[in-house]
Nanobody, 118 residues
């Protein structure tokens, strides 16, 4: 199983970006999908998570600005980020809990850089 994240880049404060993360391989089912971020010198933190049933949870710092969604047919999770702030600058990682032939496990994407700066 591999996760491929994309969509990061440089954006001005107040701007928007949309991150995508697609899973490929021998996948039976995907449970939770989530996005995490890590800024220099700071521990990796949860940004948003979406369950297989569509329930969502967000970090307080992004509520009202970020939206997580998923496309089960494409094994893909998205993160729409609006009203971006300089403090959102970080490497963003996707994580999925995936059922494969021998059981379930957490898989991580490679990370995509988001830089918010004027």
């Amino acid at each position: 199983v591999q996760l491929q994240a994309s969509g990061g880049g440089l954006v001005q404060p107040g701007g928007s970006l949309r991150l995508s993360c697609a899973a490929s391989g021998s996948i039976f089912r995907i449970n939770d999908m989530g996005w995490y971020r890590q800024a220099p010198g700071i521990e990796r933190e949860l940004v948003a998570v979406i369950t297989s049933g569509g329930s969502t949870n967000y970090a307080d710092s992004v509520k009202g600005r970020f939206t997580i969604s998923r496309d089960n047919a494409k094994n893909t999770v998205y993160l729409q980020m609006n009203s971006l702030k300089p403090e959102d600058t970080a490497v963003y990682y996707c994580k999925m809990n995936i059922w494969v032939v021998w059981g379930s496990n957490d898989y991580w994407g490679q990370g995509t850089q988001v830089t918010v700066s004027s």
